[in-house]
């Protein structure tokens, strides 16, 4: 069954600090995965998108990882502001049946 | 920039009421989705259209219906709207290849709180 989990569920840290989000995936077979971010109240965003050869991309304070062997990815983000508080969400294709499955997201809160 | 509209933020609606929400997007995308958002679920998409007329069930289009008469807007109904249909709903737009398989990134409304009493 195709799934897209993401942990943590939330994460609360200080302004400044770095931090990393997860995204593992058993969908298969695997097209491409973006992270979008989601401020409250309003629609998804497009931060990254990475296809099956890439393995890192950046977006300002933002960057991606994958690893297509282990169906892991990362979101790390730099130096965080407030306004990085927002969830993450985590979103992989299919490359049949086209599928796009949805995370359920993190909820990341940046404390001053 | 792409502009996705959505015409309400917030509807308050009460049950067994036929709903109408509509999403308009200005750059002549082919494809359009909605989609609802509950706490802990996720996106759940309801139905996409590929094109003017053209409209396909997603994962969970019971008790809603579409339509596409102009390619800019796509129209989501809820028949009777019931309690369990009180969500977020996100409309998208994407250009690209017909269904829901591309690299092209999908651009979202600002979403519609309905509340169904």
């Known amino acids: 069954k195709n799934q897209v989990e993401q942990s943590p569920q939330s994460l609360i840290i200080l302004e400044g600090k770095n931090c990393t989000l997860q995204?593992?995936?058993?969908?298969?077979?695997?097209?491409?995965l973006r992270w979008y971010k989601q401020d409250t109240g309003r629609g998804p965003v497009s931060l990254t998108i990475?296809?099956?050869?890439?393995n890192t991309k950046s977006n300002g304070r933002y960057t991606a990882t994958l690893d297509a062997d282990t169906k892991q990815s990362s979101l790390h983000i730099t130096a965080s502001q407030l306004s990085d508080s927002a969830s993450y969400i985590c979103?992989?294709?299919?490359?049949?049946?086209?599928?796009?499955?949805f995370g359920k997201g993190t909820r990341l809160h940046i404390l001053p | 920039d792409v502009k996705v509209t959505q015409s309400s933020r917030y509807l308050v609606k009460r049950t067994g009421e036929k709903v109408f929400l509509e999403c308009v997007q200005d750059?002549?995308?082919?494809?359009m989705f909605w989609y609802r958002q509950d706490p802990g679920l996720g996106l759940r998409l309801i139905y996409f259209?590929?094109?003017?007329?053209?409209?396909e069930k997603g994962d969970i289009p019971e008790g809603y219906s579409v339509s596409r008469e102009k390619k800019e807007r796509f129209s989501l109904i809820l028949e009777s709207a019931s309690t369990n249909q009180t969500s977020m709903y996100l409309c998208?737009?994407?250009?690209?290849?017909?269904?829901?398989?591309?690299?092209?990134?999908?651009?979202f409304g600002p979403g519609t709180r309905l509340t169904v009493l």
């Open positions: 998208a737009s994407r250009t690209g290849t017909s269904g829901v398989y591309t690299t092209d990134t999908q651009y």
């Open positions: 259209s590929y094109d003017v007329k053209m409209k």
């Open positions: 990475m296809t099956f050869s890439e």
């Open positions: 995204c593992n995936y058993t969908v298969s077979p695997f097209s491409n």
């Open positions: 979103v992989v294709s299919a490359d049949r049946d086209d599928k796009i499955i």
């Open positions: 750059m002549d995308h082919e494809n």
